[in-house]
């Protein structure tokens, strides 16, 4: 059962869901504005995958 939400409430709850980075080398969640990982402090970040329907 699909739930339709308006384009407003779809924007927060995608920025919630996929804005954050996620650490290559120990896969550990880190911050949007993350340089290191709060882990392991590596550099190697990515940010999260994003894949629309």
Do not use: W
């Not at 996929?18 to 120990?26: D, G, S």
């Not at 969640?29 to 329907?53: H, I």
């Amino acid at each position: 059962m699909p739930i339709t939400l308006d384009p407003e409430k779809l924007a927060i709850v995608l920025q919630h869901r996929f804005n954050y980075k996620i650490c290559r080398n120990c896969g550990a969640r880190n911050p949007p504005d993350a340089e290191k990982c709060r882990r392991c402090r590596s550099r190697n970040l990515r940010p999260k995958k994003f894949k629309k329907k």
